[in-house]
Antibody, heavy 119, light 107 residues
Framework: QITLKESGPTLVKPKQALALTCTFS??????????VVWIRQPPGKALEWLAS???????HYSPSLKSRIAITKDTSENQVVLTLTNMAPVDTATYYC???????????WGQGTTVTVSS | DIQMTQSPSTLSASGQDRVTITCRAS??????LAWYQQKPGKAPKLLIS???SLEIGVPSRFSGSGSGTEFTLTISSLQPEDFATYYC?????????FGQGTKVEIK
């Protein structure tokens, strides 16, 4: 059974950096075709794709965040870390990580973690 | 970026109604389209991949069709648990993009 869980701070101040960890089980990020994706959803708004990382270190980032965002994986610890620098109130959202297989949508999601950016 | 436009934004329907949601891409995405259902306070749930491939465990009243730039999600007979917001998402090319969502509400 595949599970994912997001963890990290719930409140960050403007201009601070955010680091969120996705801890997963039931799959390996060294298996061909496997990826982990980060998505966020501001309150009352639509889903927004942020970044993807795959088994072959093929990473992709949202162009609107490209100067601020990074995604890394620790295959031995079964974790993926999303870092977002220079946080602003518009970054307030629920952040999700999800599992996908190449060629398919995001089939298994974490429960999400809500991050508020406020001084 | 590929823009995904869903219509309608809100849909009022009754139980057992047949419901159709449309998703249009600003350029061809072949069949690299997914549909998700999201209920309040919950993570999205994948319903369909590759435009028409139903995920295991998803009821057969859900179906998807289309290719290129126009896609539809159909619920053949709306059930009480289907009242939710639905999103389409293209994964043909980066950056992946979602539609703005279609809220299916009780009439």
């Amino acid at each position: 059974q595949i599970t994912l869980k997001e963890s990290g701070p719930t409140l960050v101040k403007p201009k601070q950096a955010l680091a969120l960890t996705c801890t997963f089980s039931g799959f390996s990020l060294s298996t061909s075709g496997v990826g982990v994706v980060w998505i966020r959803q501001p309150p009352g708004k639509a889903l927004e794709w942020l970044a993807s990382i795959h088994w072959n270190d093929d990473n992709h980032y949202s162009p609107s965040l490209k100067s601020r965002i990074a995604i890394t994986k620790d295959t031995s610890e079964n974790q993926v870390v999303l870092t977002l620098t220079n946080m602003a109130p518009v970054d307030t959202a629920t952040y999700y990580c999800a599992h996908r297989i190449v060629g398919y949508g995001m089939a298994v999601w974490g429960q999400g973690t809500t991050v508020t950016v406020s001084s | 970026d590929i823009q995904m436009t869903q219509s309608p934004s809100t849909l009022s329907a009754s139980g057992q109604d047949r419901v159709t949601i449309t998703c249009r891409a600003s350029q061809s995405i072949s069949s690299w389209l997914a549909w998700y259902q999201q209920k309040p306070g919950k993570a999205p749930k994948l319903l369909i991949s590759k435009a028409s491939s139903l995920e295991i465990g998803v009821p057969s009243r859900f179906s998807g069709s289309g290719s290129g730039t126009e896609f539809t999600l159909t619920i053949s007979s709306l059930q009480p648990e289907d009242f939710a917001t639905y999103y389409c998402q293209q994964y043909n090319s980066y950056p992946w993009t979602f539609g703005q969502g279609t809220k299916v509400e009780i009439k």
